[in-house]
C-alpha cells in the first residue's frame, strides 16, 4: 500500500513539474522575438511570446494567436494573418509554418533557443 501511495504522488508531482517548467518557458520567452533557424533556415520568420499571445512574421504576412498551457502541453490556436500576397514558394512556406504552429503542443527553452513543436529559433 505503501509504494503504491509513493508512486501515485510522485506521477502527481511530476505532472505538476511538468506543467510548472511549461508555464515557466512561457514566461521565460516572453517578451522577446525569436528567429526561425530550422526547419525555414534564411526564412525571416519570426515569433514573439506576451500575454498568452503570438505574433511575427510568417514570410509574407504578419501574424498573431493565442498560446495556452494545457497540462504539460500548450496549445496555438486562434491564428490569423494579413492578407498581403507573395511569391509561391514563400507563401507556401507561410502556410506550412502556421499549420505547424497549430500542431505543435510542445515548448522548450534553453538559453536563447526555443523550440516549438519541431521548429527552431533563436532570440534576436
Request: glycine fraction near 8%.
Amino acid at each position: 500500500m505503501n509504494k503504491l501511495i509513493i508512486v501515485t504522488l510522485s506521477l502527481f508531482l511530476f505532472a505538476c513539474q511538468s506543467s510548472f517548467d511549461v508555464n515557466t518557458t512561457i514566461k521565460n520567452a516572453s517578451g522577446k522575438t525569436y528567429s526561425m533557424v530550422a526547419p525555414y533556415k534564411d526564412s525571416q520568420i519570426t515569433l514573439t511570446i506576451d500575454s498568452g499571445k503570438i505574433n511575427g512574421f510568417a514570410g509574407v504576412n504578419r501574424y498573431f494567436g493565442t498560446i495556452e498551457v494545457i497540462g504539460n502541453t500548450i496549445k496555438i490556436s486562434n491564428i490569423g494573418r494579413t492578407k498581403m500576397a507573395g511569391p509561391e514558394k514563400i507563401m507556401k512556406m507561410e502556410e506550412d509554418y502556421i499549420k505547424s504552429l497549430e500542431a505543435s503542443n510542445k515548448i522548450n527553452l534553453k538559453g536563447k533557443e526555443l523550440r516549438i513543436g519541431n521548429m527552431k529559433f533563436i532570440e534576436k
